[in-house]
């Protein structure tokens, strides 16, 4: 993995926590939550589109489409996840 391709993740998880976190709101504590998982999605995408050979949207050595679904699945469990309701 080159050091272009790392900063392209990097830039390309963090636009996706951010708009994520524009979309649904809140507090600034969210967006820092939605970056973390919004990065740690999109590196285990990477690392399982390799391992498991998808190869689409392939963006030099970055696994952008596999990147991308990791990222947005782990946004999303990580989401409905910080949401439960501690109440009862």
């Given at each position: 993995?080159?050091?272009?391709?790392?900063?392209?993740?990097?830039?390309?998880?963090?636009?996706?926590?951010?708009?994520?976190?524009?979309?649904?709101?809140?507090?600034?504590?969210?967006?820092?939550?939605?970056?973390?998982?919004?990065?740690?999605?999109?590196?285990?995408?990477?690392?399982?589109?390799?391992?498991?050979?998808?190869?689409?949207?392939?963006?030099?050595?970055?696994?952008?489409g596999a990147?991308?679904?990791?990222?947005?699945?782990?946004?999303?469990?990580?989401?409905?996840?910080?949401?439960?309701?501690?109440?009862?």
């Open positions: 993995m080159t050091v272009p391709a790392l900063v392209f993740g990097a830039l390309l998880a963090s636009l996706l926590g951010a708009l994520y976190h524009l979309a649904l709101g809140g507090p600034g504590s969210r967006l820092i939550i939605y970056l973390a998982l919004a990065w740690a999605g999109f590196a285990l995408g990477h690392l399982a589109g390799g391992w498991f050979g998808w190869n689409f949207l392939q963006a030099g050595p970055l696994n952008t990147a991308l679904v990791g990222s947005l699945i782990f946004l999303g469990l990580g989401d409905w996840l910080s949401r439960v309701d501690r109440t009862s």
